[in-house]
């Protein structure tokens, strides 16, 4: 369909049953809608295809998902046709495509992504007599659901293989993420949809594909220096322009991913790099969303101001890591971590390559925890040694501390009220005497603090001049050690007094 004079209108009823509602996409040979099964009352997506692109190839589709049964694609439920066009009504898919989720995925999610795709490419690869090869992967042809599942959909280029021809008759794909073999170097196979594949995860991570200048990929951690040399190795190799260069099937792309040992927060290495910090201060909050990160970020500049050497560590999937990065990356020096304002960030992502000799000992590590629940079943929490949990002031927020005060509330942490005015502070402290409770101040930046909230800070830290910190807790041992110190003086001084007696009346 060239232009959108053939789009039908919104109430038109398709052979008597279903009841188009919207167009959900539009493509060079066909029109998908969002339709209602009058009978049943399901919603239902329909493609209407014109008969006169009637090349074989892009009418194929009919014919290719009618035979299949895969969770990972949609379940052809009726096939219509009149003069001019071919209807498939197919199972409606509710989420969003891939290419929504560009620069937002962790590299958990991204592997996860893959293998779901390498799953549904090797039911696709070894279907029946002849593979069948998709041709057209790319971020706008799979739609990620709300559970995390994903759907392949427009099979409009889809072909089973044949033995018979050493170069394909016609070419296909999308610029961008095509292989060089579908615009007529060599026959097209199941290696090519591992090329879109690889092109596809590519994006996701970067935002570029071959249409970008300089019209070729530059070695992935160039680009997105945050993911494991593991993970680049393997879309690098998917991308190769020489066939014989990628991996020769599905299956061995799959092992290749499982085969990396990601085991996210839980991998003891990356617990052990919380031991590289003499202090660790994790920043958790009753509930999500009550200002975790620039908590952290404020608290890793006030240790930075004392001299103090931090990393900073984005322990949930929250992404604000990154976008400080892309934010400032002109100033920013890029290690392993990044560098900003002195301080070492490690994004979330970072513990997917986490390297302990690419490494150093810190005098502080900030754990930016994200909401407690989250925190709580990562176990992480337990491997600090002091945890500010931030709690709301809004009456909604008040209820989130209630259910947790009412639990099992921890007298050793430092309980930290935001945006809570001077009146409602007073009467919190009041319910919790044996509770230690701070007002934070405001401070609009957490790149620079305020006095206001370094005084607060002071009140909680000690830092001295051999960069150890600890509790205000260790200036009482202080204390303590000086009087012990004083009351053997004394005692010496005692003893020596009576030996000096006794020596005089001899």
């Known amino acids: 369909m060239d232009d959108l004079e053939d789009t039908l209108l919104a109430g038109v009823v398709l052979f008597e049953r279903y009841k188009i509602i919207r167009p959900l996409g539009i493509g060079g040979t066909s029109i998908v809608y969002l339709a209602q099964n009058n009978k049943i009352g399901s919603l239902v997506a329909i493609k209407a295809i014109k008969k006169k692109d009637g090349d074989v190839d892009l009418l194929a589709e009919k014919n290719i998902l009618i035979e299949l049964r895969h969770p990972s694609i949609p379940i052809i439920m009726d096939i219509e046709e009149d003069e001019d066009r071919i209807y498939l009504i197919e199972e409606y898919v509710e989420g969003n495509v891939l290419e929504k989720f560009k620069n937002k995925l962790t590299e958990h ?40 599942h994903i759907k392949l959909i427009d099979f409009g280029i889809a072909k089973k293989y044949s033995h018979d021809t050493t170069q394909d008759t016609t070419q296909f794909g999308t610029r961008g993420y095509a292989a060089p073999e579908q615009f007529g170097f060599s026959k097209a196979d199941v290696r090519t949809d591992i090329f ?87 920043v958790t909050g009753i509930s999500r969303s009550l200002g975790t990160t620039h908590v952290a970020i404020m608290l890793a500049h006030y240790f930075k101001e004392q001299g103090q050497k931090v990393a900073l560590i984005e322990w949930q999937p929250h992404h604000d890591f990154i976008k400080i990065y892309n934010m400032y990356k002109t100033i920013i020096e890029e290690k392993f971590y990044f560098i900003f304002n002195e301080i070492h960030f490690y994004s979330y992502q970072n513990h997917m390559s986490y390297d302990k000799s690419m490494t150093a000992n810190y005098d502080v590590i900030i754990v930016d925890g ?12 337990q491997k600090s ?17 209630e259910e947790y005060y ?11 009220f935001n945006f809570m005015d001077d009146v409602a502070f007073v009467e919190i402290k009041k319910s919790m005497t044996n ?51 004083k009351i053997q003086t004394l005692k010496n001084s005692k003893i020596k007094e009576q030996c000096d007696c006794s020596d005089g009346s001899s």
């Open 109 to 148: 999610e991204i592997i996860d992504i893959m293998l779901q795709l390498c799953d549904v490419l090797n039911y696709l690869h070894t279907f029946q007599d002849r593979p069948i090869i998709y041709r057209d992967l790319k971020p706008s042809n799979v739609i990620r659901m709300q559970n995390g």
């Open 196 to 282: 879109a594949l690889g092109v596809s995860m590519y994006y996701l991570l970067t935002g570029k594909n071959l249409s970008t200048p300089p019209y070729r990929l530059q070695p992935l951690r160039e680009e997105h220096p945050f993911i494991s040399s593991g993970l680049e190795q393997i879309i690098m190799k998917c991308v190769e322009t020489v066939q014989a260069k990628r991996y020769q099937s599905i299956v061995a792309l799959r092992d290749a991913i499982k085969s990396l040992s990601i085991q996210g927060h839980d991998n003891k290495d990356y617990e052990v790099f919380l031991e590289k910090g003499r202090k660790v201060i994790t």
């Open 370 to 381: 994200g909401g407690y629940d989250d925190l709580v079943q990562k176990g992480s929490y």
């Open 385 to 401: 040694h002091q945890v500010l949990m931030l709690c709301g002031g809004k009456d909604w927020e008040i209820d989130h501390f």
């Open 406 to 416: 009412f639990g099992s509330p921890n007298k050793k942490y430092h309980y930290m």
């Open 435 to 485: 509770f230690k409770c701070h007002q934070i101040p405001y401070n609009p930046s957490p790149y620079q603090v305020t006095e206001t909230t370094k005084k607060l800070l002071d009140g909680i830290f000690e830092v001295n001049n051999t960069k150890s910190i600890g509790l205000k807790r260790s200036k009482l041992e202080d204390v303590k050690n000086h009087i012990r110190s």
